[in-house]
Protein backbone atom coordinates (compact mmCIF):
# COMPACT_ATOMS: atom_id res chain seq x y z
CA UNK A 1 0.00 0.00 0.00
CA UNK A 2 1.26 3.53 -0.75
CA UNK A 3 1.50 6.50 1.24
CA UNK A 4 -1.37 7.69 -0.75
CA UNK A 5 -3.36 4.84 -0.17
CA UNK A 6 -3.07 4.92 3.65
CA UNK A 7 -3.83 8.75 3.70
CA UNK A 8 -7.19 7.78 1.54
CA UNK A 9 -7.86 5.61 3.59
CA UNK A 10 -7.30 6.79 6.87
CA UNK A 11 -9.59 9.83 5.74
CA UNK A 12 -12.49 7.87 4.87
CA UNK A 13 -12.12 5.74 7.72
CA UNK A 14 -12.20 9.45 9.92
CA UNK A 15 -15.36 10.08 8.24
CA UNK A 16 -16.88 6.79 9.01
CA UNK A 17 -16.33 6.73 12.78
CA UNK A 18 -17.44 10.61 13.34
CA UNK A 19 -20.80 8.97 11.51
CA UNK A 20 -20.16 6.07 14.02
CA UNK A 21 -23.17 7.24 16.67
CA UNK A 22 -26.61 7.28 16.59
CA UNK A 23 -26.95 11.21 17.61
CA UNK A 24 -24.93 12.51 14.69
CA UNK A 25 -26.56 10.44 12.32
CA UNK A 26 -29.94 11.85 13.62
CA UNK A 27 -27.81 15.20 13.37
CA UNK A 28 -26.89 14.39 9.69
CA UNK A 29 -30.79 13.16 9.12
CA UNK A 30 -32.21 17.04 10.35
CA UNK A 31 -29.41 18.76 8.49
CA UNK A 32 -29.94 17.40 5.30
CA UNK A 33 -33.58 18.55 5.07
CA UNK A 34 -32.42 21.63 6.27
CA UNK A 35 -30.57 24.14 8.34
CA UNK A 36 -30.72 23.77 11.71
CA UNK A 37 -29.15 25.98 15.06
CA UNK A 38 -27.81 23.84 18.23
CA UNK A 39 -31.15 24.02 20.39
CA UNK A 40 -32.95 22.41 17.32
CA UNK A 41 -30.29 19.54 17.69
CA UNK A 42 -30.47 19.21 20.95
CA UNK A 43 -34.04 19.22 21.70
CA UNK A 44 -34.66 16.21 18.86
CA UNK A 45 -31.83 13.96 20.14
CA UNK A 46 -32.95 14.79 23.65
CA UNK A 47 -29.50 15.25 24.87
CA UNK A 48 -27.72 18.48 26.68
CA UNK A 49 -26.11 21.70 25.15
CA UNK A 50 -23.07 20.13 26.00
CA UNK A 51 -23.18 16.86 24.67
CA UNK A 52 -25.12 17.81 21.18
CA UNK A 53 -22.55 20.60 20.76
CA UNK A 54 -19.38 17.55 20.97
CA UNK A 55 -21.22 15.69 18.12
CA UNK A 56 -21.03 18.83 16.10
CA UNK A 57 -17.34 19.37 16.57
CA UNK A 58 -16.85 15.79 15.45
CA UNK A 59 -18.74 16.43 12.25
CA UNK A 60 -17.29 19.61 12.03
CA UNK A 61 -13.70 18.57 12.42
CA UNK A 62 -14.05 15.72 9.14
CA UNK A 63 -15.95 18.53 7.41
CA UNK A 64 -19.19 17.29 6.98
CA UNK A 65 -20.98 20.02 8.48
CA UNK A 66 -20.11 23.90 9.08
CA UNK A 67 -21.41 26.61 10.84
CA UNK A 68 -22.49 30.29 10.78
CA UNK A 69 -23.11 32.31 13.44
CA UNK A 70 -26.33 34.33 13.07
CA UNK A 71 -27.24 36.89 15.75
CA UNK A 72 -26.33 34.34 19.31
CA UNK A 73 -27.24 31.19 17.31
CA UNK A 74 -24.50 29.24 15.86
CA UNK A 75 -26.33 27.80 12.54
CA UNK A 76 -25.36 24.49 11.07
CA UNK A 77 -25.42 23.09 7.92
CA UNK A 78 -24.48 19.79 5.64
CA UNK A 79 -21.16 20.32 3.39
CA UNK A 80 -21.93 17.16 1.80
CA UNK A 81 -25.94 16.03 1.69
CA UNK A 82 -24.98 12.34 0.57
CA UNK A 83 -24.49 10.64 3.87
CA UNK A 84 -28.05 9.67 4.22
CA UNK A 85 -28.08 8.02 0.44
CA UNK A 86 -24.82 6.00 0.92
CA UNK A 87 -26.26 4.28 4.53
CA UNK A 88 -29.12 3.34 2.39
CA UNK A 89 -27.47 2.08 -0.13
CA UNK A 90 -25.25 0.15 1.57
CA UNK A 91 -28.30 -1.22 3.59
CA UNK A 92 -30.23 -2.28 0.44
CA UNK A 93 -27.37 -4.10 -0.74
CA UNK A 94 -26.99 -6.32 2.56
CA UNK A 95 -29.25 -9.66 2.74
CA UNK A 96 -32.39 -8.99 3.55
CA UNK A 97 -33.05 -8.31 7.69
CA UNK A 98 -29.45 -7.31 7.61
CA UNK A 99 -30.23 -3.35 8.28
CA UNK A 100 -32.97 -2.38 6.16
CA UNK A 101 -33.75 0.61 4.97
CA UNK A 102 -35.62 2.96 7.64
CA UNK A 103 -35.56 5.39 4.43
CA UNK A 104 -38.04 4.56 1.52
CA UNK A 105 -37.62 7.20 -0.32
CA UNK A 106 -34.06 6.63 -0.34
CA UNK A 107 -34.25 3.21 -1.65
CA UNK A 108 -36.59 4.74 -4.59
CA UNK A 109 -33.86 7.11 -5.67
CA UNK A 110 -30.68 4.59 -4.88
CA UNK A 111 -32.66 1.68 -7.06
CA UNK A 112 -29.61 1.15 -9.04
CA UNK A 113 -27.09 1.30 -6.08
CA UNK A 114 -26.20 -2.09 -4.75
CA UNK A 115 -23.08 -3.83 -2.83
CA UNK A 116 -20.81 -5.49 -5.33
CA UNK A 117 -20.55 -9.57 -5.45
Request: net charge positive.
Amino acid sequence: MTEQDTERLQRRAGLLKALAHPSRLLIMEMLEARSCHVGELREAIGADLTTVSKHLAVLKKVGLVSDEKRGTYSWYRLRCNCVSHMIDCIEDGLPSGKGQSENPAGAATLASCALKS
